[in-house]
């Protein structure tokens, strides 16, 4: 295996009732690593037929899988949990190559994506009900719960194993069938991960996976097929307002998982040094390709400076280049539309009055698409920088003079996915806990991602929970029988 080599076998054919085959058209679509711009693989480009015989083989599977013991379920995601944690080398590598982010940070997210698998192998056998006495006492209320049935699910390229696992963990444990549409710059993760599933004993067509690139086109007509019962999307929010629309037809259960402009606090009686860690953690986690991203660093005037001195120091120290070598700590960008939206945000934000502190310059001579560290001081508060999700390694600084401006700030955005804040204060962090406008909240800390958590935002930032007890409620009918007083006959 040469340096840019992907692990022999991977595969690069769709899954569709658990055969892997080419395109019908014969497509194929170029996977890029971004690191180089040069092309990795060819990977069959999914048709409108072949989506329609994906979602034909999810429906012929539906009531078998349902039907299985919900033992034998989690059992199946036991077995893919250990398997894709023995297979973290190449799975780390096929992330790394296809989506750029440095090896270690791509072996975190086999550790993190992996997870969701354990949650829910452990949850599948805790779907429960209830029955209950009537508040009048002559009825009994039985509550159950049922698989909602056949689900799409549509992933992007930030974290191409994780977004997948965290959909498709909770579907499986549920009793659904699924169709997964990767994006279509990184669907090498989703497909070595769907060949771990086959071999973890998941039957045919129980997961299918169709990368394509023509998203509107394969996915429209499946959204309006009733047989589709669920949408889940992780993705940008105004695909997933569009999304929304086309679900209404049918009335579509959906969770959408979307945009962020996550403020982080930093308040004058936080330990800096801490804080400075946690925003490394909450910037440049994932290259800041990530919707839980730190979009603003809102920080007390009385400690900008020490804060603001500290973070370029650290920040200055990140390697940049191709993930695979080891002592790199940021990758490149994931193409190049992603890295012009990047700096043209720092370029307007300069123009309306932000200074550079580092970085703020896409290298000339690099082939692949790296956009380095980049720290703004000064900048105003109506800047687009701040409304933007930026999705890229650049913080912009903003000074507030006390915790109710700190919170007006906080909560300016149609966001409302994740907030940081940073204080030694404990009313204070309760009250940041009640007032911020959030999905969720990190309390000195810059991570919030958790497998055993209710992952999910608020306002424009989505609908539905991931993770966590409430992951696999997503995939679940509620079932009322009114019963007739049994004592009484
Ligand atoms: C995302 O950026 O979409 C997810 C990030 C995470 O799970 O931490």
């Given at each position: 295996?040469?340096?840019?080599?992907?692990?022999?076998?991977?595969?690069?054919?769709?899954l569709?009732?658990?055969?892997?085959?080419?395109?019908?058209?014969?497509?194929?679509?170029?996977?890029?690593?971004?690191?180089?711009?040069?092309?990795?693989?060819?990977?069959?480009?999914?048709?409108?037929?072949?989506g329609?015989?994906?979602?034909?083989?999810?429906?012929?599977?539906?009531?078998?899988?349902?039907?299985?013991?919900?033992?034998?379920?989690?059992?199946?995601?036991?077995?893919?949990?250990?398997?894709?944690?023995?297979r973290?080398?190449?799975?780390?590598?096929?992330?790394?190559?296809?989506?750029?982010?440095?090896?270690?940070?791509?072996?975190?997210?086999?550790?993190?994506?992996?997870?969701?698998?354990?949650?829910?192998?452990?949850?599948?056998?805790?779907?429960?009900?209830?029955?209950?006495?009537?508040?009048?006492?002559?009825?009994?209320?039985?509550?159950?719960?049922?698989?909602?049935?056949?689900?799409?699910?549509?992933?992007?390229?930030?974290?191409?194993l994780?977004?997948a696992t965290?959909?498709?963990?909770?579907?499986?444990?549920a009793?659904?069938?699924?169709?997964?549409?990767?994006?279509?710059?990184?669907?090498?993760?989703?497909?070595?991960?769907?060949?771990?599933?086959?071999?973890?004993?998941?039957?045919?067509?129980?997961?299918?996976?169709?990368?394509?690139?023509?998203?509107?086109?394969?996915?429209?007509?499946?959204i309006t097929?009733?047989?589709?019962?669920?949408?889940?999307?992780?993705?940008?929010?105004?695909?997933?307002?569009?999304?929304?629309?086309?679900?209404?037809?049918?009335?579509?259960?959906?969770?959408?998982?979307?945009?962020?402009?996550?403020?982080?606090?930093?308040?004058?009686?936080?330990?800096?040094?801490?804080a400075?860690?946690?925003?490394?953690?909450?910037?440049?986690?994932?290259?800041?390709?990530?919707?839980?991203?730190?979009?603003?660093?809102?920080?007390?005037?009385?400690?900008?400076?020490?804060?603001?001195?500290?973070?370029?120091?650290?920040?200055?120290?990140?390697?940049?280049?191709?993930?695979?070598?080891?002592?790199v700590?940021?990758?490149p960008?994931?193409?190049?539309?992603?890295?012009?939206?990047?700096?043209?945000?720092?370029?307007?934000?300069?123009?309306?009055?932000?200074?550079?502190?580092?970085?703020?310059?896409a290298?000339?001579?690099?082939?692949?698409?790296?956009?380095?560290?980049?720290?703004?001081?000064?900048?105003?508060?109506?800047?687009?920088?701040?409304?933007?999700?930026?999705?890229?390694?650049?913080?912009?600084?903003?000074?507030?003079?006390?915790?109710?401006?700190?919170?007006?700030l906080?909560?300016?955005?149609?966001?409302?996915?994740v907030?940081?804040?940073?204080?030694?204060?404990?009313?204070?962090?309760?009250?940041?806990a009640?007032?911020?406008?959030?999905?969720?909240?990190?309390?000195?800390?810059?991570?919030v991602?958790?497998?055993?958590?209710?992952?999910?935002?608020?306002?424009?930032?989505?609908?539905?929970?991931?993770?966590?007890?409430?992951?696999i409620?997503?995939?679940?009918?509620?079932?009322y029988?009114?019963?007739?007083?049994p004592?009484?006959?």
């Amino acid at each position: 295996m040469s340096a840019a080599q992907l692990p022999e076998g991977t595969p690069t054919q769709l899954l569709i009732g658990g055969e892997w085959r080419d395109a019908s058209s014969g497509s194929t679509i170029t996977v890029v690593n971004p690191a180089t711009g040069a092309a990795l693989a060819s990977v069959a480009d999914a048709s409108v037929a072949d989506g329609a015989a994906a979602l034909d083989a999810a429906v012929a599977a539906q009531e078998s899988w349902a039907a299985k013991p919900p033992r034998e379920r989690g059992e199946i995601l036991r077995r893919a949990w250990e398997l894709t944690i023995a297979r973290r080398d190449e799975l780390a590598r096929i992330i790394t190559l296809e989506m750029g982010k440095p090896l270690a940070e791509s072996l975190g997210e086999v550790a993190y994506g992996a997870e969701f698998l354990r949650w829910f192998s452990e949850e599948a056998v805790r779907i429960d009900g209830r029955y209950t006495l009537s508040p009048d006492g002559r009825s009994r209320l039985l509550v159950l719960h049922r698989p909602v049935g056949p689900s799409l699910f549509i992933t992007p390229w930030n974290f191409p194993l994780a977004m997948a696992t965290r959909k498709i963990a909770p579907a499986l444990a549920a009793g659904c069938t699924s169709v997964l549409k990767p994006a279509s710059q990184t669907p090498l993760t989703a497909l070595a991960f769907a060949a771990i599933l086959l071999e973890a004993g998941v039957p045919a067509g129980v997961v299918n996976v169709i990368p394509t690139s023509q998203a509107g086109a394969v996915t429209g007509p499946l959204i309006t097929d009733d047989r589709l019962r669920k949408l889940s999307f992780t993705g940008s929010t105004p695909t997933g307002k569009r999304l929304i629309r086309d679900s209404a037809d049918q009335v579509l259960r959906v969770s959408m998982e979307l945009g962020g402009n996550a403020p982080f606090i930093v308040f004058e009686d936080a330990d800096v040094d801490a804080a400075v860690e946690g925003a490394l953690v909450a910037k440049l986690r994932n290259g800041g390709e990530a919707c839980v991203a730190a979009n603003r660093m809102l920080v007390h005037e009385r400690v900008a400076e020490e804060f603001s001195r500290k973070l370029i120091a650290r920040m200055a120290g990140y390697v940049q280049g191709d993930g695979l070598d080891a002592e790199v700590t940021i990758g490149p960008l994931i193409d190049e539309a992603t890295r012009a939206k990047v700096s043209g945000l720092v370029d307007e934000a300069v123009s309306e009055g932000a200074t550079i502190a580092l970085g703020g310059a896409a290298p000339a001579d690099t082939a692949g698409y790296f956009y380095p560290p980049t720290v703004l001081t000064g900048v105003p508060q109506h800047a687009r920088i701040l409304s933007e999700e930026i999705f890229g390694p650049v913080a912009p600084i903003v000074t507030f003079a006390d915790e109710s401006e700190a919170i007006r700030l906080a909560n300016a955005s149609e966001y409302g996915l994740v907030a940081f804040a940073y204080t030694r204060d404990l009313n204070r962090a309760l009250r940041l806990a009640e007032r911020l406008e959030t999905g969720m909240f990190g309390l000195n800390t810059g991570l919030v991602s958790n497998p055993a958590a209710p992952f999910g935002g608020v306002k424009q930032s989505g609908l539905g929970r991931e993770g966590g007890a409430e992951g696999i409620c997503e995939f679940l009918e509620t079932v009322y029988v009114g019963i007739a007083d049994p004592l009484a006959s």
